[in-house]
């Protein structure tokens, strides 16, 4: 059974830093890119970040350049996402999302390129 699961979620105050991390399993995921999502209450899921399964390409939405850095570990089927800088705007439900075999500089910005998510892990950021 495929299963990602996503961990370290919290609450901050504006200007602090949180590192999410997910773990997967059930496949090997060496080869897909990965990537992060959100969703507001009442809002769409967006695009936070992604990373192709080299590592070699990143992928950032406008609102989080320089802010945040995804990172992955495919050793331990892992992929990060450090958050510095945090915005009460950042508030959401965060998800990882993997897609299946993808190319060597694949990171792909849209869900309907993603074949596997998380259950998400909530960033609440108090201003």
């Known amino acids: 059974q495929v299963q990602l699961v996503e961990s370290g979620g919290g609450l901050v105050q504006a200007g602090g830093s949180l590192r999410l991390s997910c773990a997967a399993s059930?496949?090997?995921?060496?080869?897909?890119?990965m990537g992060w999502f959100r969703q507001a209450p009442g809002k769409e899921r967006e695009f936070v970040a992604a990373i192709s399964w080299s590592g070699g390409n990143t992928n950032y939405a406008d609102s989080v350049k320089g802010r945040f850095t995804i990172s992955r570990d495919n050793a331990k089927n892992t992929v990060y996402l450090q958050m510095n800088s945090l915005k009460p705007e950042d508030t959401a439900l965060y998800y990882c999302a993997a897609k299946r075999s993808a190319g060597y500089s694949y990171a792909p910005a849209s869900t309907t390129d993603y074949d596997y998510w998380g259950q998400g892990t909530q960033v609440t950021v108090s201003s």
């Open positions: 059930g496949r090997t995921f060496s080869r897909d890119a």
